[in-house]
């Protein structure tokens, strides 16, 4: 059996409500608690694959040498980026909900463009054979490989939740 473990960065210092997607922001807190907790949970040897963004990489960096990869990244919401929901066109969020998996109205990329990216790079890295495998990222690519990985419809793993700093341990018969 294979593992892999998926791991979601920790809480970012932006104002709640915030829509920062693919902007750089800092964390709230220092990583240094939260590996400690994590490193204890993960095996000793591990591939280590993480969002190059600030809020993924320090956590990786702090649990061992990452690979980073770009198309690990949160989706990509393009002007909606660093705007409070709240001040997004009501009809806009809207018309989000009404097609989640590909609306791309705001200028950024969908869903599905997103999920199809991350899977990409879980792919090339089962390929590669390197498990035990950690990938540390984002609530929305975490959730797209999770989904890929139990066979759920993007549908199901889209209502996945991925608490700040929270852990999943995925066992794969392959």
Not at 17 to 31: A, I, K
Request: one cysteine or more; hydrophobic letters at 45%; glycine letters at 6%.
């Amino acid at each position: 059996m294979n593992t892999i473990y998926l791991i979601r960065h920790p809480a970012v210092a932006v104002p709640p409500g915030t829509c920062y997607g693919q902007s750089d922001v800092v964390l709230r807190e220092p990583v240094d608690a939260l590996a400690a907790s994590l490193r204890a949970q993960l095996p000793e040897c591990f591939a280590l694959l993480s969002s190059p963004l600030l809020r993924c990489r320090l956590l990786a960096e702090a649990l061992g040498t990452p690979k980073l990869d770009p198309r690990l990244m949160e989706i990509d919401f393009g002007h909606w980026e660093m705007q409070n929901f709240d001040a997004i066109e009501r009809r806009q969020i809207d018309a989000w909900a009404a097609d989640p998996l590909d609306f791309r109205a705001h200028g950024g990329e969908s869903v599905r463009q997103m999920a199809t990216r991350a899977v990409a790079v879980l792919n090339e890295a089962l390929a590669e054979k390197p498990l035990p495998l950690v990938i540390v990222g984002h609530a929305g690519p975490l959730r797209a490989l999770a989904g890929h990985l139990q066979g759920m419809p993007p549908e199901a793993w889209m209502q996945l939740g991925f608490a700040y700093g929270q852990l999943q341990i995925i066992h794969a018969p392959w």
